[in-house]
């Protein structure tokens, strides 16, 4: 929630995965997620458009709060891996199928 964001918009939502189902599924979108079902959770950070101040500069806002979230894992000693969605279509519109995500919310990042 630190992250800088332009005009202060914080256009950013984070879902919290514990499912091991979900996790699982989250690999099959994303083959660079192949650890998502073995971390404990997973957080997907995602952009939601109707917050935006500026048009556009979601991708920069959710990359900071993205940075914080593994510097944050960090400090408390955890590994953390920052895999991308956005700007491939189908896996952000797999990520908004299996979250049942709006579409106004664009799934940006999912970290494990």
Request: aromatic share 8%.
């Amino acid at each position: 929630m630190m992250a800088p964001s332009a005009g202060n918009a914080q256009p950013w939502h984070f879902i919290i995965c514990r499912d091991k189902e979900i996790q699982a599924k989250v690999k099959e979108i994303n083959p660079y997620a192949a650890m998502a079902d073995k971390a404990p959770l997973g957080i997907l950070v995602c952009a939601d458009l109707n917050l935006e101040k500026f048009p556009g500069y979601w991708i920069q806002d959710c990359s900071a709060a993205t940075q914080n979230i593994l510097l944050a894992a960090n400090g408390l000693g955890l590994g953390s891996v920052w895999t991308g969605i956005h700007p491939i279509k189908e896996r952000e519109d797999g990520f908004q199928r299996l979250f049942n995500l709006p579409q106004r919310v664009i799934p940006m990042a999912y970290s494990a």
